[in-house]
T-cell receptor
Framework: GAVVSQHPSWVICKSGTSVKIECRSLDFQATTMFWYRQFPKQSLMLMATSNEGSKATYEQGVEKDKFLINHASLTLSTLTVTSAHPEDSSFYIC??????????????FGSGTRLTVV | AQSVTQPDIHITVSEGASLELRCNYSYGATPYLFWYVQSPGQGLQLLLKYFSGDTLVQGIKGFEAEFKRSQSSFNLRKPSVHWSDAAEYFCAVGWGAQKLVFGQGTRLTINP
C-alpha cells in the first residue's frame, strides 16, 4: 500500500534554532501533502496544504514565515520550523491523499515527528 | 463551515463488550468519511473509509461503520472489544480531494 515515510520521529532542539521535518512518499507520487499539528490530548489541526511546484496554502492563524513548507518534487515535502520556541513543541504529522478518482482513494499519514524545543 | 463532531471525549468499556463511537458532520454535500486509530506517540492508522456504495463498511480489526445520510452520521462499531483496542479514535471527513477535517477524538479505555 501507499506509504509516507516521515523523519525524524523525534527531535529536541534549542530555542531559536530551526528544525526540518521530511515526508517522502515511497511508492506513489504525492501531488498534494498536508501538514498537521497535534498538541497533547487534542485533535489534528491542519497547518497547511502543499502542492508540488507551487506555494503552500496556510490555514488561518498559521505563520507562513515560521513554518516553511517546500514541496519541490512529487515524492518529498518538507516542513521547517524556523526560530523554534517552546510553544512550538508539538507532534507534527504529514499526510498525502491518494488518487481521488479511484477506489483506492484515501489519505495516508506519516508516523509523526515529536518536536521538543528547550 | 465544515465541522466534525465526536460527542464522546472518553469512553470506558469492559473487555468483550460492544462498542459504538459516534461521529457527526456538518455541510450538505456527500463527503468521504474515515475512521482512524492512534496509539500514544504514533501516527494514524486507517480503520475504514466510505465514499460510495454500501453504507455499512467493514474495516480492519473487526470494526465496522455505518453511514446514515439523514443523520449526517458515521458511527464506528465493534461487537466485542479487546484490550488492544485501547487508543484514541478519530473520525475524519473530506469533501472532494481537499483537506480532511478531524473530529476532536474519542479516547477509548478498556477495563479488564
Amino acid at each position: 500500500g501507499a506509504v509516507v515515510s516521515q523523519h525524524p520521529s523525534w527531535v529536541i532542539c534549542k530555542s531559536g534554532t530551526s528544525v526540518k521535518i521530511e515526508c517522502r512518499s515511497l511508492d506513489f507520487q504525492a501531488t498534494t501533502m498536508f501538514w498537521y499539528r497535534q498538541f497533547p490530548k487534542q485533535s489534528l489541526m491542519l497547518m497547511a496544504t502543499s502542492n508540488e511546484g507551487s506555494k503552500a496554502t496556510y490555514e488561518q492563524g498559521v505563520e507562513k514565515d515560521k513554518f516553511l513548507i517546500n514541496h519541490a518534487s512529487l515524492t518529498l515535502s518538507t516542513l521547517t520550523v524556523t526560530s523554534a520556541h517552546p510553544e512550538d513543541s508539538s507532534f507534527y504529522i504529514c499526510s498525502a491523499n491518494l488518487d481521488s478518482s479511484s477506489s483506492n482513494y484515501g489519505y495516508t499519514f506519516g508516523s509523526g515527528t515529536r518536536l521538543t524545543v528547550v | 463551515a465544515q465541522s466534525v463532531t465526536q460527542p464522546d471525549i472518553h469512553i470506558t468499556v469492559s473487555e468483550g463488550a460492544s462498542l459504538e463511537l459516534r461521529c457527526n458532520y456538518s455541510y450538505g454535500a456527500t463527503p468521504y468519511l474515515f475512521w482512524y486509530v492512534q496509539s500514544p506517540g504514533q501516527g494514524l492508522q486507517l480503520l475504514l473509509k466510505y465514499f460510495s456504495g454500501d453504507t455499512l463498511v467493514q474495516g480492519i480489526k473487526g470494526f465496522e461503520a455505518e453511514f446514515k445520510r439523514s443523520q449526517s452520521s458515521f458511527n464506528l462499531r465493534k461487537p466485542s472489544v479487546h484490550w488492544s483496542d485501547a487508543a484514541e479514535y478519530f473520525c475524519a471527513v473530506g469533501w472532494g480531494a481537499q483537506k480532511l477535517v478531524f473530529g476532536q477524538g474519542t479516547r477509548l479505555t478498556i477495563n479488564p
